[in-house]
């Protein structure tokens, strides 16, 4: 069965730092990989998505995330944080089988917060 | 157009009353999803509809009752809802269940259950 651990529920980074927000996975076939960024009261916005072809995958607003098969991760990074970049941010995995659902199993989430 | 629509933004509900969410997609996309989200929780998934035949039910209680008339269309009928299931519903559409294509949420509708 696939799952989605995040790593750290609350992030926080001064503006122009580093973003990296850590997400492994377990999957017993090649995942389909998602990061979605939540802004308060909205619904989800994909960033970027891993399916199988390049294992660095860029999305939008600047963020980027690499697939590591070796250590089952999918990291999502930014090299210099925006005060708009302040949301929750979650990781999910596409349950991929016979039933070939496109049921999404997300992460618990990661808020992150951008000090001036 | 793409983009996922939602109606209403907001719903506040008695326990005894009957409402529907609805939610609209024009991107051609054959699978659509409903997913209930708790505050500071992730999205769950309750219903997948996949060429307008329903093909999950993640053991949802009868008192949510999803419909697809067409492609393009879902609804969410609630009837005699509990309080315990305020919460975010969110629609989703991607073009085929299972497939590479992205999943499009739409905003969502905000529940209360009074």
């Known amino acids: 069965a696939q799952s989605v651990t995040q790593l750290g529920s609350h992030v926080s980074v001064s503006e122009g730092a580093l973003v990296l927000l850590r997400c492994n996975y377990s999957?017993?076939?090649?995942?389909?990989l998602f990061w979605y960024v939540q802004y308060p009261n909205q619904g989800l916005q994909l960033l970027l998505k891993?399916?199988?072809?390049?294992?660095l995958v860029k999305g939008i607003n600047g963020f980027e995330a690499e697939f590591k098969k070796s250590e089952t991760s999918f990291h999502l990074t930014k090299p210099s944080a925006h005060m708009s970049d302040a949301a929750e941010y979650f990781c999910a995995v596409s349950v991929r089988g016979s039933s070939n659902t496109g049921k999404l199993i997300f992460g618990q989430g990661t808020t992150l917060q951008v000090k001036p | 157009d793409t983009e996922v629509t939602q109606t209403p933004k907001h719903l506040v509900m008695g326990m005894t009353n009957k409402k529907s969410l609805k939610c609209e997609q024009h991107m051609g996309h054959r699978a659509m999803y409903w997913y209930k989200q708790k505050a500071k929780k992730p999205p769950e998934l309750m219903f997948v509809?996949?060429?307008?035949?329903?093909?999950i039910n993640e053991s949802v209680p009868s008192r949510f009752s999803p419909e697809c008339p067409n492609s393009s269309l879902l609804n969410l009928h609630l009837h005699a809802l509990q309080p315990e299931d305020s919460a975010l519903y969110l629609c989703a559409s991607s073009p085929l269940a299972g497939g590479v294509g992205d999943p499009f949420f739409g905003p969502g509708t905000r529940l209360t259950v009074l």
């Open positions: 999957s017993s076939v090649p995942p389909y």
């Open positions: 891993y399916t199988s072809a390049a294992t």
């Open positions: 509809y996949s060429y307008e035949k329903l093909s």
